[in-house]
């Protein structure tokens, strides 16, 4: 038995306005567009990346989001470029305290901070997407869990930061980044899982609850769907066999 990570899902006040503006961020389709939900993903065939569901949350944003996307730049020149572009669409320059490093820190027309890196061998075949960012008071230990969580082997850890992948082995990472700033509001984007066809959804929730995740109550009211938080509290959803 095991779940696997299936999408990021991110609150929006306008999903569709969200959701096309990262599929032209990121040159990938709008494959799903309804009034509570609108999905992106990469263009087929051979397309690399994590599915992104908006879905619409009134909510405004008061603090600093604990996850964020990085996106890869092949050249110092293209990460300069994509950057402008961005700027075009709309991106604005953030400042969350990083102070001088090699990397952009933008946020996207919601608010939602991400970051442009620079040049990395590491992020050269992950495709537009390189690394779905998690803040964690203790990556390793939290990567543990989402190893078992996502069905993503490790990638590489030390202390200041643990990472995830695949099993295929391509795509982006999961990165567990150390963080001492705490959490104190509920995240605007979380991991969706879902079991295995066949599999027991009940079953399956009951094994992450072994883990160490805790029931969590977002105002979600009755749902299809199963909302959990991992062992630092962030939450997350176990959704239906696919």
């Known amino acids: ?17 969200s959701g096309h503006w990262w599929a032209e961020a990121l040159g990938w389709e709008v494959t799903f567009e309804a009034r509570h939900e609108v999905a992106v993903e990469p263009p087929e065939p051979g397309g690399l990346g994590i599915p992104l569901v908006f879905v619409p949350v009134p909510d405004t944003k008061t603090v600093p989001n604990r996850v964020h996307l990085d996106l890869a730049s092949p050249s110092a020149t293209a990460q300069a470029a994509l950057v402008a572009r961005l700027l075009d669409l709309g991106a604005t320059l953030a400042d969350v305290g990083q102070g001088q490093v090699p990397w952009v820190v933008l946020a996207d027309p919601d608010g939602n901070e991400f970051c442009v890196l620079e040049p990395r061998d590491r992020y050269r075949d992950t495709g537009p997407l390189a690394a779905v960012v998690l803040a964690a008071a203790d990556p390793p230990a939290l990567a543990r869990f989402w190893a078992e969580a996502a069905a993503w082997p490790p990638a590489g850890a030390d202390d200041e930061l643990a990472s995830l992948r695949d099993p295929s082995g391509r795509g982006p990472f999961l990165e567990l980044v150390r ?18 066809p066949g599999d027991d959804p009940e079953a399956e929730v009951a094994r992450l609850l072994d883990l160490g995740a805790t029931p969590a109550d977002i105002g979600q009211g009755e749902v299809s769907w199963t909302v959990l938080a991992d062992p630092e509290g962030n939450e997350f959803c176990v959704l239906s066999p696919r």
């Open 179 to 196: 963080s001492s700033a705490p959490k104190v509001t509920k995240n605007r984007l979380h991991l969706d899982l879902a079991p295995h």
């Open 1 to 17: 038995m095991t779940t696997r990570l299936v999408n990021l899902v991110a609150d929006a006040a306008d999903p569709a306005a």
